[in-house]
């Protein structure tokens, strides 16, 4: 065959094939859209059947949009961090700047008024070029663009695999006539049940802007720093010729040598213009309009929407930001499975109202920060406090002295571990308790008939395994020596013991105990180990003074029950949650409890409440505004780790300052001239003042008089100093006005107390 007839032949087939395609489209656009043509060749009624064939039904859901994060300042709610697969916030129609709508419709479909679902003009174009060899292209209404990012936005929000999610958008963005037809079909449909007003609004909604910026709020706060209803003509103008090609149009990357700043984004620019002078054609603005907006150059003011916790770090709330975010992986209310609920808060536009008080945080930071700065050098310090309500598990504040930092480039004094909480919902495997840990001792000491007024003895420095009664598990023979941090007498009463903290008393008191009831009373106020695959909690005699490895918020919920007569509250950090439809979810509710007995958590509120007066270990921690407020100190060897643990009747409160690794001796260790055991104090008595100004309290509940008892004179008066090295606060503590006088301790190795989490 000669070139001339191949020519020919290419020619004919074309024509053929173009003839063919065009019946299927072109005669379902006519009878869809002009009733009144009419069809009678066999051909045309096949070719109809088939396209009404499509599915001309589709489901419009909610398209991905970001959640919120949300706590109290001023007594106003106020957004302190994001979460979104995609940047989207939906708005109505009243809050897209009109200019802006304009500039859509004469950029994408000039007859978007005028015709039905598909643009009759642009569809013939697209045919012949299908047609002729080339790609589909062109010709989509916006009505049929809409339909498309339905189908690919449902591709991401219905999968959590992405694998599966990839081979949806292939099927639904597939360039061929099928796939078109089937457009067709559902724009002919969405246009049947939905007005102009409401498409464009959904189309403007969920179109892509460039990167992972979807929608137009999200786009004009991220390229122009203002709401979508604030946009300016040009503005407007740009948005829109960014919709034609976002990867190439992006004003977000200055140094691009194609449409970079250096020469005023130019490919942007060229495309604006051309869309101001077919807003200009079709008469949505004036000459002298359109004039003055060309004049103007293409000026971003890109403003990032972060997801995830880093923005709540100007409110000090990173960490908890975070906490509420593992919350919610966890929350079964959230999705069956942990992605499905990721899924549901990085796509579901939810408004999270939490229990932070922003004014008591920044308050609670500022105390904590003043003594613990972010990092010591040679050191790996730390210091955290979380208070939590007592009768609603309600977390109000959580602080610590660290920058959060969750990226992979490490920072001086930067961590993204959350010291207050467990390591399952983004904190460290826990620290030890110290003498804090006590009250379950005094707890159990009361339920087994004792009194607060009873004498115990102090002189036994020498333990056996084989004094104590464990019906929870058995253990080795052997003996352990304990000694206390200052002198004691050879007698004192459960009351006195608990205010100085005197650690042989306590063992004493453990031996006519059953270990295994101690650890139990601990676990039915919420004490529970930090990280159980790391250290599990353990019931072994010097359990009694601490050495279980146990996250502040827990120690602050067991504290908050014994002020709240002994009903303990899981600790919650989230109030509502409403969805972008209005709906509300239900996340899993606080739990209460009566985990001890009232009049036994009266009696040891009582005894606690010495620990802040005249000779008690945290005497100068008092704040002395007169709410009455219970507490206990923890110190473990060589104060290690140091805590102190407080409750009114209205807001309990858990400081912790120690190693997270290493084992630097904060008797002898000094923060910024300040000895470091006397910090927790020093922290302390500022935010107690805070918390206790905001919130007040009453007077805990009288115990009866069978857990106070009768005071007797004890058996053996003298004083007996506390010879050697044993668990809990066992240490000399130091002068209350020590010299400072910094030591230098390296840098130790690692410690199990804190582990990055993944």
Same mark, same amino acid.
């Given at each position: 065959m ?22 299927v ?30 599915p ?10 970001a959640?919120s ?41 000039p ?28 010709g989509?209404?916006? !009505? ?10 449902r ?13 949806? @958008? ?32 959904g ?19 991220? @390229?122009?720093?203002v ?52 807003? @200009?054609i ?9 004039n ?13 929407? !972060? ?83 007592p ?17 992979? !480039? ?8 959350? @010291? ?95 270990l ?80 001890? %007995? ?31 407020i ?38 002898n ?12 104090f020093l ?19 009288t ?38 006088? %910094? ?16």
């Amino acid at each position: 065959m000669n070139p001339s007839a191949r020519s020919v032949s290419r020619t004919f087939g074309a024509i053929a094939g173009f003839a063919g395609l065009s019946v299927v489209a072109g005669l379902a656009i006519g009878v869809l859209f002009a009733p009144a043509l009419s069809v009678v060749a066999v051909g045309v009624k096949t070719s109809v059947s088939t396209f009404n064939a499509f599915p001309g039904y589709l489901q419009i859901l909610p398209p991905a949009q970001a959640s919120s994060l949300y706590a109290l300042k001023g007594g106003k709610e106020v957004k302190i961090a994001s979460f979104f697969a995609e940047d989207r916030t939906d708005v109505a129609s009243k809050d897209i700047a009109t200019s802006m709508q304009k500039a859509i419709v004469a950029a994408e479909n000039p007859r978007f008024y005028q015709e039905g679902a598909i643009d009759l003009q642009g569809t013939i174009r697209a045919v012949i070029s299908t047609t002729l060899g080339h790609k589909v292209q062109g010709g989509s209404s916006i !009505t049929q663009q809409y339909v498309k990012n339905v189908l690919v936005e449902r591709c991401a929000t219905e999968n959590t695999s992405a694998s599966v999610a990839q081979k949806c @958008y292939n099927t639904v963005t597939a360039i061929t006539p099928a796939r078109k037809l089937q457009e067709m079909r559902y724009a002919i449909g969405i246009a049947k049940r939905y007005s102009k007003a409401d498409v464009l609004r959904g189309y403007l909604n969920i179109v892509g802007f460039g990167g992972n910026v979807y929608g137009i709020q999200a786009a004009a706060e991220y @390229y122009f720093g203002v709401p979508a209803s604030a946009l300016t003509l040009p503005e407007s103008a740009t948005l829109a010729g960014m919709v034609n090609n976002p990867a190439n149009l992006r004003i977000d990357l200055p140094n691009d040598a194609a449409n970079g700043a250096k020469n005023g984004y130019k490919l942007a620019k060229a495309r604006r213009n051309y869309v101001l002078d077919r807003m @200009y054609i079709y008469h949505d603005i004036t000459d002298a309009e359109r004039n003055q907006a060309k004049a103007s150059p293409v000026t971003p003011k890109i403003t990032p929407a !972060t997801s995830g916790c880093s923005t709540a770090v100007a409110y000090d709330a990173a960490y908890f930001c975070n906490y509420v975010r593992a919350s919610i992986q966890a929350d079964p209310a959230f999705g069956s499975t942990p992605d499905a609920r990721l899924q549901t808060l990085e796509q579901g536009g939810l408004s999270i109202d939490t229990t932070l008080n922003l004014d008591l945080q920044a308050s609670v930071q500022h105390a904590l920060s003043a003594y613990m700065p972010s990092s010591v050098p040679g050191l790996n310090l730390g210091a955290s406090n979380v208070s939590v309500e007592p009768g609603t598990g309600h977390i109000v504040t959580m602080v610590q002295n660290t920058t959060y930092n969750d990226t992979s !480039t490490p920072i001086a004094g930067g961590t993204s571990i959350n @010291y207050n909480t467990d390591y399952s919902n983004g904190g460290s495997q826990g620290f030890q308790t110290g003498s804090s840990f006590k009250v379950f001792t005094l707890a159990a000491w009361l339920e087994a008939g004792h009194t607060l007024n009873e004498y115990v003895d102090t002189t036994q420095h020498t333990f056996d395994y084989s004094q104590f009664h464990n019906s929870c598990i058995r253990y080795g023979i052997g003996s352990f020596p304990i000694s206390n941090a200052d002198a004691a007498p050879a007698q004192m009463t459960v009351t006195q013991a608990t205010a100085a903290s005197v650690n042989t008393a306590f063992m004493k008191m453990g031996e006519s105990l059953d270990l295994c009831q101690i650890l139990n009373d601990a676990k039915a106020m919420g004490i529970h180990a930090a990280d159980p695959a790391a250290n599990p909690l353990t019931s072994y005699p010097t359990m009694i003074l601490g050495t279980n490895f146990i996250a502040p918020l827990a120690m602050a919920t067991a504290y908050a029950g014994i002020a709240n007569n002994g009903v303990v509250c899981t600790p919650v950090a989230i109030e509502s949650i409403t969805t972008a439809q209005g709906k509300h979810i239900a996340p899993t509710p606080t739990t209460c409890t009566q985990g001890m %007995p009232a009049p036994i958590a009266a009696g040891v509120a009582q005894a606690l409440q010495t620990v802040l007066q005249g000779g008690g270990t945290a005497a100068s921690a008092n704040p002395r505004d007169g709410v009455p407020i219970l507490a206990k100190t923890g110190t473990t060897d060589n104060a290690v780790q140091n805590w102190l643990i407080t409750s009114t009747t209205k807001i309990a409160n858990a400081t912790w300052v120690g190693n997270v690794s290493g084992t630097a001796d904060f008797y002898n260790t000094y923060v910024n001239g300040v000895n470091g055991y006397q910090l927790k104090f020093l922290m302390d008595k500022p935010i107690l003042q805070t918390l206790d100004a905001a919130y007040g309290g009453q007077a805990f509940t009288t115990p009866p008089a069978s857990e106070v008892g009768i005071i007797n004179t004890p058996v053996t008066p003298p004083t007996v100093p506390g010879p050697g090295v044993g668990t809990g606060s066992t240490s000399p503590a130091p002068s209350s006005s020590p010299t400072p006088s %910094p030591t230098t301790i390296p840098s130790p190795g690692p410690h199990p107390s804190v582990i990055p989490h993944p």
